[in-house]
């Protein structure tokens, strides 16, 4: 049973840092991908970025390229996601997620397992 546990999220300022961690409870994390996804209250959970098993290839939505920085330490099993210059339609629930085997899906239900998830609220 693969566990996931975010973490690090909180209120800040809009144009402000945050650094996201997600914990995972897999005897070799380098053999599954990872992402991380958020859903806004009132709206679907969307893509935010995902890294390859290795982390050498990433992917990310539009909205936050060129902001946000996902990376993983397979040796700590552990994924993040450095966001940088935080707008307040950042405000949500981040969730991360994992599956055995792919590249760096980025559609939701490409991943079969998720975490509780972390808030991230920017303030105006």
């Known amino acids: 049973q693969v566990q996931l546990v975010e973490s690090g999220g909180g209120l800040v300022q809009a144009g402000g840092s945050l650094r996201l961690s997600c914990a995972a409870s897999i005897r070799t994390s380098s053999n599954y991908a990872m992402g991380w996804f958020r859903q806004a209250p009132g709206k679907e959970r969307e893509f935010v970025a995902a890294?390859?098993?290795?982390?050498?290839?990433?992917d990310y939505a539009d909205s936050v390229k060129d902001r946000f920085i996902i990376s993983r330490n397979n040796a700590e099993n552990t994924m993040y996601l450095q966001m940088n210059k935080l707008k307040p339609e950042d405000t949500a629930l981040y969730y991360c997620?994992?599956?055995?085997?792919?590249?760096?899906?980025?559609?939701?239900?490409?991943?079969?397992?998720w975490g509780q998830g972390t808030q991230v609220t920017v303030s105006s």
């Open positions: 997620a994992a599956v055995y085997g792919g590249i760096a899906p980025n559609k939701a239900n490409e991943y079969n397992y």
């Open positions: 890294i390859s098993r290795s982390g050498v290839y990433t």
